[in-house]
């Protein structure tokens, strides 16, 4: 049987192409959202890599100054040991100073790269790191992506295209009526007549079978395919999900106890110091302990604005990867035209 009018053939295939704008449509909106979280996520990899550079050529002024009162204090009768741990230390915020500059300076041309602007020069950007959070299940963004990602609603086209594509060529054997009339006169009688013939193939040896078992193939890979799908970004949300509680929680730790316990402690040791209860390896300590505890409040903040910017972008990045092509063919408007 046909399910088109008079099995119509050029309509199905209007049916079948119409799945595929759709499918180029969500492949290209798919390609635009990793774009732009691409470009999100590497906007936030830089900002937290200058945050983190700024803390460190901050902390090197402290580094500075405890050399300096360490040498006023050798003069004073103080030890070496002072000098040396001082020194020490220097060096250390020195090589960590470079490193953080590369890392800037790797995190810049990321971004440059995937904003399609390799050639821009590098400068400062403006922006502030989470503070705070958007209450999340995963369920919830699971749902939400579902519902909303390009790149799910590009595998449901191919499905659809699929069993377009499979009712189509179940129709191909139908063979096409075709007619001709031709007017003419007979001399002999001096008539004038009208002949009318028309065709109707019978489909004996050809029903088709290979293109309707490759077009079912098609419709089963596909369906296959879209689950394959789903359980793709159900482990990668999991993934994303542990990233982005991880964060959360290691922010507001360091927000709300270690960060201002390690405050108060560089003050107090800072204090007995400069009474002489405490020696200066204890100073050096303290200082280094709130510096690295701030390092680690910026790298959560980090954490946690790229693993939002991956939920927000349905879990798609890559925008700089090879897209799906589609080549252009005329198969099915030739099985329509065909005299089989």
């Known amino acids: 049987t046909c399910a088109l009018p008079i099995c119509d053939k050029l309509t199905a295939n209007r ?21 732009l979280t691409d470009v999100e996520v590497n906007f936030y990899r830089v900002l937290a890599a200058q945050r983190r550079l700024t803390l460190a050529r ?8 405890g050399l300096s009162v360490a040498q006023d204090r050798l003069e004073a009768g103080g030890t070496r040991q002072d000098v040396l741990q001082s020194e020490i230390q220097l060096s250390e915020v020195d ?28 400068s400062t950007l403006i922006g502030d790191l989470p503070t705070s959070q958007v209450s999340r299940s995963s369920e919830s963004v699971y749902q939400q992506v579902l519902e909303e990602s390009p790149a799910l609603r590009a595998a449901n086209q191919r499905l659809y295209r699929a069993q377009s594509n499979l009712r189509r060529q179940q129709v191909q054997p139908i063979s096409n009526v075709t007619g001709q009339m031709g007017v003419g006169h007979d001399h002999s009688t001096g008539d004038e007549f009208i002949n009318l013939q028309i065709s109707l193939p019978l489909p ?28 793709q970004i ?6 994303v999900m542990r990233e982005y509680e991880i964060a959360i929680t290691t922010r507001e730790q360091y927000e709300a106890i270690i960060l201002p316990k390690a405050k108060e402690s560089e003050r107090l040791i800072a204090e007995t110091y400069a009474t002489g209860e405490v020696d200066f390896l204890r100073v050096l300590t303290a200082r280094k302990m709130y510096f690295d505890a701030n390092l680690e409040y910026v790298n959560a903040q980090g954490d ?18 090879e897209v799906p092509t589609f080549p252009a063919d005329d198969s099915l408007r030739g099985q329509a035209l065909s005299s089989q």
Not at 204 to 231: F, P, S, Y
């Open 204 to 231: 004996v040896n050809n029903t088709n079978q290979g293109n309707i078992h490759a077009a079912k193939a098609t419709v089963d890979e596909a369906v296959e395919n879209l689950e394959r799908l789903k359980m």
């Open 95 to 122: 090589l960590l100073i470079q490193r953080t500059e590369l890392e800037v300076s790797a995190a810049w041309k990321q971004l440059a790269a995937i904003a399609g602007v390799p050639e821009m020069t590098r």
């Open 234 to 239: 159900r482990s990668e949300l999991a993934q």
């Open 15 to 35: 049916h079948v192409l119409a799945h595929d704008l759709e499918l180029m449509k969500w492949h290209a909106e798919a390609q635009r959202v990793r774009v």
């Open 58 to 65: 901050e902390f090197r002024e402290v580094a500075v100054q």
């Open 304 to 321: 946690q604005a790229v693993a939002n910017a991956r939920i927000e972008g349905f879990l798609l990045s890559g925008g700089l990867s």
